[in-house]
């Protein structure tokens, strides 16, 4: 029973079984009872451990963080632009080879998992330090920050949930996920000016970078990075409050 665990063994004996529950069924199937009969346990052991299923999730949570973090620190890289590729790379890799974690590290309730958010904080610094590297000026690190963390994540999310496989680009990172980071990284304005991506045969345009005169010499008009297909006037994003943006005036023959 307990008496036969160290402290220190229960507890990891209980993130690691919890990790493979959650991994295999959900984390609706994670049962204090269950992780108690699998471990040969008392279930009043865990209670004292880690007070409730939401402490064990909690746990595994800041477990999973840590991990992220160590992760992360070992990419070695002299160019601020190649690090920061390869930590979106372990982070994707992250996600599909501790997938029991992942699932509990982003609660959709912020205050769900406390213990896990001094974990989460660090692994929140270290991108922001790399992102920072790549010379993107202080004033728009904030925003670059979040364009590096939305583009990695979310395709860990896709990756996780196996919807990269339908998509054609394999379930590891070796099945073209790597591609896919460098593409959407060099196509965020996040730092330096990176270089336009291939798409096919053109270009995908990149805030800050001109993009190339088309047929007849003329240049494409763009805002933000988003061109317009008419060449002839600039088309605005849709305002926030969900009305439609005004006409564009096209130039007709």
Known sequence: MVDDYHHRNLRAAVLERAAAVVADSGP??????????????????????????????????????????????????????????????????????????????????PDRFVDADPAGAKTYRLLREAVLATGLAPERLDAGVAAAWGLVHGLAVLAHSGALVGAGLGAAPEGGVPALITAALRAAPIGGRPSPVAVGDRPLPVAGVEPPPVAGGVRPASVGGVQSPSGGGVQPPAVATGGQPPPVERNLP
């Open 28 to 109: 609706a199937a994670l049962t204090l009872r269950g992780l108690a009969s699998d471990l040969g346990v008392s279930h009043a052991a865990f209670r004292h451990h880690f007070g409730s299923r939401e402490g064990v999730l909690s746990a595994v949570a800041a477990d999973g963080f840590a991990r992220l973090e160590a992760a992360l620190s070992g990419v070695r890289a002299a160019d601020p632009h190649a690090r920061l590729l390869g930590m979106g790379e372990a982070y994707v890799a992250f996600a599909l080879t501790h997938p029991g974690h992942f699932a509990v590290m982003f609660p959709t309730e």
